[in-house]
């Protein structure tokens, strides 16, 4: 072996903490992140992932701290898991790759192996099953607390009016003397739009998805009824109320699932939290400069 090959695996081999008598590497690190990268890049795209990856960077190494104090615990209470459900991991892991040559490249690239992740996906596993055993299992979200949380915050349920709005758009006089032949001539406002050529469809839209001078205009319109002519910078505009859905604010019945929901992670959070401070304070944490 080289002197740069030695002076490299030195490096991956720092020893950047110790958890009681477990150490955590240069190379541990840079799996942990080469994963998670690739793991973020199923859910998030653009500017969004960008900020997924450098918010992971930052929390890379307190997450393996306290993935090794989890570990611990599980392996204590002799937890296993089954090879079957590796195999799952590292087939979905693969799938983010064009082609076996690509996947390989990756790996190579990032100084891993097979067994490597093997390894980082058993221990995802585990450190999940282990969360489930001790927090998700445990908390519980009971009628008496969603109804309270209701009624303190039932502002909150409140939905704003929407509004199914359609839109044809002209860019001259003539033009626009056409569009309001047509509509006036009573044929419906989608038909206008195909002897237009010009299908806006907006969808349903709250007033706070439109420009202020714009909204202005749609939400004075009634079902099925057309706007008079609203200049604009790219042209001539006339808007088309198709469906109004009223403002209302949801009973307790359609609100349960999602205050239920929001107290169970609310709940977990803080849990998960006192369980870490538990397991940290039994613990000798160590970290290296």
């Known amino acids: 072996m080289g002197v740069s090959q030695i002076s490299f695996a030195q490096v991956e081999n720092k020893i950047i903490a110790t958890v009681d008598n477990e150490v955590i590497t240069e190379l541990d690190l840079k799996t942990y992140l080469a994963i998670a990268k690739m793991q973020l890049s199923d859910r998030y795209k653009g500017k969004e992932l960008e900020d997924k990856i450098r918010e992971s960077s930052k929390e890379a190494l307190n997450n393996l701290i306290e993935d090794k104090l989890i570990l611990s615990e599980a392996k204590n209470k002799g937890m296993q898991i089954k090879k079957e459900y590796i195999r799952e ?3 979905g892991f693969r799938k983010n790759f064009p082609s076996e040559e690509v996947f390989q490249g990756y790996l190579n690239s990032n100084g891993l192996s097979i067994s490597d992740l093997e390894r980082k996906f058993r221990e995802q596993i585990m450190t999940m099953e282990m969360i489930n055993l001790e927090i998700r299992s445990k908390v519980m979200v009971s009628p008496g ?22 839109a044809i758009r002209v860019r001259t006089k003539d033009e626009l003397n056409r569009a309001m032949s047509l509509l006036n001539t009573k044929i419906s406002f989608q038909q206008a ?13 709250g007033r706070d998805s439109l420009k202020p001078e714009v909204a202005k205009v749609v939400f004075s319109l009634e ?9 604009q910078d790219d042209g001539y505009y006339i808007f088309y109320v198709n469906e109004i859905i009223k ?9 349960q699932t999602k205050i239920n929901e929001y107290l169970l992670n609310e709940k977990m959070a803080q849990a998960l939290t006192n369980w870490m ?10 970290i290296r400069d």
Not at 145 to 166: A, C, G, P, Q, S
Not at 249 to 254: M, S, V
Not at 281 to 286: L, M, N, S, V
């Open 247 to 255: 403002d209302k604010t949801q009973d307790l019945r359609e609100a």
């Open 277 to 286: 401070d538990k397991l940290r304070a039994k613990a000798k944490i160590t």
């Open 193 to 205: 739009q195909q002897e237009l050529d010009s299908n806006i469809n907006l969808g349903l839209i």
């Open 89 to 91: 991991r590292i087939d």
């Open 223 to 231: 079902e099925n009824k057309f706007s008079a002519p609203f200049l």
């Open 145 to 166: 607390e969603i109804t309270d949380f209701y009624m303190k915050h039932k502002d909150d349920f409140r939905i704003e009016e929407k509004r199914d709005v359609l």
